[in-house]
């Protein structure tokens, strides 16, 4: 049963951010690839994420319903895009035309509740899993998030770039969305089935009085909060300089989300094998982004002298500009991630 649990979580993982890409590729289509809209993009889905994670524990029984509710989503997401979606355009345009944050207002306000049900999968299918290998207040629950955080970024990471260099390029977006959508729905039944095996207590169970975090507690979790900004801020400033120096190309953001998922899955698989502590992993964070900047500029300069004689071969300029982004990217991101795994001591379960 647990593998059946691995394989759901890779498959939700395989759907949940790609579906970040496939929302910005039909938004942008209409709203217009600009950074804002891009923004608004990531902004909506981190603060759905952040709220579905936060309320998850109260819909433990419900993975299944959570999991078929993203698919029915896409799905009427993309039918009605695909019937009013110029309606809409010449509806939004010239109302936000002046108005930048009007624009991002309406985006977040339409990819919010998938953010959210999409926050659900991780919290949810820790505590499936943790109901087939032993208590839902197991002494260290944090193995099981590890292993079902790991599988679903890296399904995710592997989705994203396979969507923008393969299926999108054969299905178009409402399709793709489609089969994203149809994954959605086949694992939330297989998910009904899953979950009549699990223990009553991970549908029942509340939260104790004891949970309530401490002020100890409290303050580890605004260090959390505080590093946790930082991360977003430097994701926003990788989608910025990715569009500055390679161009405001679509595959840009994909390249970009793909490897902050790989960072996210190294850099927690990293702190759990060196339990270095919040306050190094902190400074080691903050050595990586410095270096990151330094390199900057002598990556750039690479870039333009490679892409110069690779241009020519799509292929290995693709694979030329993934390698630059990698370089200024994939540290920092891995040791922002080790940095939100370790945690302050005193606000780990």
């Known amino acids: 049963m647990q593998r059946w649990i691995a394989a759901l979580a890779v498959a939700s993982g395989l759907c949940g951010i790609a579906y970040e890409l496939l929302y910005a590729r039909l938004l942008t289509t209409y709203l217009g690839d600009m950074?804002?809209?891009?923004?608004?993009i990531l902004v909506a889905f981190l603060l759905g994420i952040a709220a579905g994670s936060f309320v998850a524990h109260r819909w433990a029984r419900w993975l299944w319903?959570?999991?078929?509710?993203?698919?029915?989503?896409?799905?009427?997401?993309?039918?009605?895009?695909?019937?009013?979606?110029?309606?809409?355009?010449?509806?939004?345009?010239?109302?936000?035309?002046?108005?930048?944050?009007?624009?991002?207002?309406?985006?977040?306000?339409?990819l919010l509740i998938p953010g959210i049900l999409i926050?659900?999968?991780?919290?949810?299918?820790?505590l499936l899993?943790?109901?087939?290998?032993?208590s839902i207040r197991q002494p260290t629950p944090s193995t099981a998030f590890s292993a079902v955080y790991r599988f679903y970024n890296a399904g995710a990471a592997v989705c994203v770039l396979a969507i923008e260099f393969v299926v999108l390029?054969?299905?178009?977006?409402?399709?793709?969305?489609?089969?994203?959508?149809?994954?959605?729905?086949?694992?939330?039944?297989l998910l009904c089935w899953?979950?009549?095996?699990?223990?009553?207590?991970?549908?029942r169970e509340p939260l104790a009085a004891d949970d309530a975090p401490s002020a100890d507690a409290a303050s580890g979790m605004r260090a959390l909060f505080a590093v946790s900004v930082l991360s977003g801020i430097y994701q926003m400033l990788l989608y910025k300089l990715a569009e500055m120096i390679f161009g405001p190309f679509h595959e840009n953001?994909?390249?970009?989300?793909?490897?902050?998922?790989?960072?996210?899955?190294?850099?927690?698989?990293?702190?759990?094998?060196?339990?270095?502590?919040?306050?190094?992993?902190?400074?080691?964070?903050s050595i990586a982004v410095s270096v990151a900047l330094l390199a900057t500029a002598p990556i750039v300069w690479l870039w333009a002298a490679g892409n110069g004689m690779l241009?020519?071969?799509?292929?290995?300029?693709t694979g030329f500009k993934i390698a630059a982004m990698a370089a200024m990217s994939a540290v920092p991101v891995a040791v922002f991630s080790a940095v939100l795994r370790a945690g302050p001591a005193e606000s780990m379960p």
């Open 35 to 40: 950074f804002h809209v891009g923004a608004s």
């Open 311 to 317: 241009g020519a071969v799509p292929a290995l300029s």
């Open 65 to 110: 319903a959570v999991e078929i509710g993203i698919g029915a989503y896409a799905l009427g997401f993309a039918w009605l895009f695909d019937r009013f979606g110029r309606a809409f355009q010449e509806a939004l345009l010239p109302a936000t035309a002046a108005h930048p944050a009007a624009l991002v207002l309406c985006v977040v306000s339409l």
């Open 119 to 126: 926050g659900f999968s991780v919290p949810l299918f820790t």
């Open 253 to 285: 953001f994909a390249i970009v989300l793909a490897l902050v998922l790989l960072g996210i899955v190294v850099g927690t698989h990293w702190a759990d094998r060196r339990p270095a502590g919040f306050a190094r992993w902190l400074l080691d964070g």
């Open 194 to 203: 899953v979950q009549r095996g699990a223990r009553a207590a991970v549908a």
């Open 169 to 189: 390029r054969q299905l178009g977006i409402r399709n793709s969305l489609f089969a994203l959508a149809f994954i959605n729905l086949i694992a939330g039944l």
């Open 129 to 134: 899993l943790r109901s087939h290998t032993g």
